[in-house]
């Protein structure tokens, strides 16, 4: 059974940071391509980022580049979002899910997700 478990998130402070944690059991991480989406009360999901299973490139969505790192670490099956410099408008529950397609346009990351977790809520305020 694939389940995928979001960890790290909770109350920071603008200019703060996080480190999100997604641990997967059932499969194994690194034979996918997993991504991170956030979503905010009356607003659209949104993708955050991604790292492709074929050779590890990632990509960002222009609103967090710079301030956002994803990364696995295969040896705990886990994929990590590093946050720093966070900003109120950060602020919303993130999954991270497997991925079968993704793009960018105009600085949007567009995730076709397959599994996600439950989230992990994340709130940026002073």
């Known amino acids: 059974q694939v389940q995928l478990v979001e960890s790290g998130g909770g109350l920071v402070q603008p200019g703060g940071s996080l480190r999100l944690s997604c641990a997967a059991s059932?499969?194994?991480?690194?034979?996918?391509?997993i991504g991170w989406f956030r979503q905010a009360p009356g607003k659209e999901r949104e993708g955050v980022s991604c790292?492709?299973?074929?050779?590890?490139?990632?990509y960002y969505a222009d609103s967090v580049k710079g301030r956002f790192t994803i990364s696995r670490d295969n040896a705990k099956n886990t994929v990590h979002l590093q946050m720093n410099s966070l900003k109120p408008e950060d602020t919303a529950v993130y999954y991270c899910?497997?991925?079968?397609?993704?793009?960018?346009?105009?600085?949007?990351?567009?995730?076709?997700?397959?599994?996600w977790g439950q989230g992990t809520q994340v709130t940026v305020s002073s």
């Open positions: 899910a497997t991925v079968l397609w993704n793009t960018i346009v105009d600085g949007r990351l567009t995730l076709q997700t397959d599994h």
């Open positions: 059932g499969f194994t991480l690194d034979y996918y391509t």
């Open positions: 790292i492709r299973k074929t050779d590890g490139s990632t």
